[in-house]
């Protein structure tokens, strides 16, 4: 396609908010200082980012006045993926960069975080209390005898007690992982049991779509499931007294300590995250202090444009990495909005007063909730007033091109639409949000700084303009550190470096434009992910086939090309069982019960038995691809399945779908 014939962008920032961007004037005196280029706009500055990768992160330490408390030898020790070793020598902390607005007297006493509930009534946190009751949980956490590197675990909503312990854990040296409390006590332990937490923060349960949820039985169980707690917090969200032997929350927080800040080596762990469990147990992914702080400051204050005056909002639970993004907010002054609540309670356009209410200047959600909207007649701009939105960005899978037009049309149409696209595995994005660059339908503005993202076909050669595997050849600040429990780092090494040696593969198709837009296809792998929280197969399998109807499983998350995400659950029953409305009653109050209400099956389907590989492995992606209208020829090799009849069944399913749709 030539220039000429290209489509007009759907958004286009005019010079006012061009000039005003952080990464304009972030460009203007990185080519002062450091040599970047002063001309040639977001796309020359990329280019030197990736080029200058050790120049560049000196610029944005430096640019963001990032603390080191002991100096760093030099950007980079070792480039080579996995292990690259960035800045060695260097120690600092987190938890000090986010709680320094509140070092400023002329900011002190405005909100850090705005907790919002159902009720959509805001309920700020001022810089000043949120420092102080950091100080006071981190005192208390130290003389319950955490020590820098032991784990601190949260079965947390999205509220501002969540963010305290988080940052109380990371001043003190700890490492802070969490879960939401609509996931069920075995998803939870199969994550937390991994890590050896000396200390659980608690609620008794959660308010989500005007009802309250009773968490106490489940709290108690994993108590006794992990043995290595020292102290057990009980936040009482819905009234109730601490149980026996745990510590209350306000005599906790009620001490004006001032907080002390462990310095730490730049690689050292922050927090863990966790993958999916496609094939076991979920990986446990071990981001560091220093990279996440780096990182953070990059995306946040470059790509997001934000900074004091600010308020950032974006719909995500605890046990989702952009609640841990969401947070950092907090790195460059910004207001933080935390919602707990229902996506769509007490209706679909729920989010959008959440924004109203808030002031929110960037609202973050999923692209489902931006189809869905569409799909309610939703109309936001005539409800509320969204005038203070400066951008709505939406991740968790890609946003259809009718959803681009639906915000344009139905928000506002000088609106900045950031499509985004990253992963849990290094908490930020790949692609997206660029303030300064055009918006088309359908596409992701950029490649972020620092990320060499290329597209590549099997032979390990780059493509333009072709799908192909997402693929970043130069080491990312942060990248993960290790996997817990994976010594010899090879668990590490098989989810990201095998495909191509020395080169992170994701996982995902894209295509790479010649104008440097990027387009995502979807998943190349059989991760779950629905609105925005991804889960492994592997866990709907072990709470299924405990019902003794189900001999197997097959579960897939197919997405739509109208933005809809489409989830069977096929099942091979044991024999003499039926497949009729009670038993596929009690499979979903299973999922949900065990696992996640989200990840509920649209659908159960009866099938004759699962395709396995020749080594007895469920055979996911090839079902996947067939699902989505691939031949089988192209879909699978034939070589590598146990009774290739069984996939046409599937491909049968297929053209039946399609012959519905049409």
Known sequence: MTSAARPAPLWQPDADRIAAAHVTRFQAWAAERYGAPADGGYAALHQWSVTELETFWTAVADWFDVRFSTPYERVLGDRAMPGAEWFPGATLNYAEHALRTAEDPAHAGEPALLHVDETQEPTPMSWAELRRQVGSLAAELRAVGVRPGDRVSGYLPNIPQAVVAFLASAAVGAVWTSCAPDFGARSVLDRFQQIEPVVLFTVDGYRYGGKEHDRTGTVAELRAELPTLRAVVHIPLLGTPAPDGALGWSALT??????????VPFAHPLWVLYSSGTTGLPKAIVQSQGGILLEHFKQIGLHCDLGPGDRFFWYTSTGWMMWNFLVSGLLTGTTVVLYDGSPGYPDTGAQWGVAERTGATLFGTSAAYVMACRKADVHPARDHDLSKIACVATTGSPLPPDGFRWLHDEVADDLWIASVSGGTDVCTCFAGAVPTLPVHIGELQAACLGTDLQAWDPHG????????????????????????????????????????????????WITLTDRGSVVIHGRSDSTLNRQGVRMGSADIYEAVERLPEIRESLVIGLEEPDGGYWMPLFVHLAEGAVLDDALRARIKATIRQELSPRHVPDTVIEVPAVPHTLTGKRIEVPVKRLLQGTELAKAVNPGSVDDLELLHFYESLARERRANRS
Do not use: C, I
Request: negative net charge; hydrophobic residues 30%.
């Open 254 to 263: 009620s001490a004006d300590t001032e907080p002390v800040f462990e310095q």
């Open 461 to 508: 050669e780059p493509v333009t303009d072709e799908v192909g595997e997402l693929v970043v050849t130069n080491p990312m600040p942060s990248m993960p550190v290790k996997f817990w429990n994976d010594p010899d780092g090879s668990r590490y090494h098989d989810s990201y470096f095998d495909m191509y040696p020395g080169v992170w593969r994701h996982g995902d």
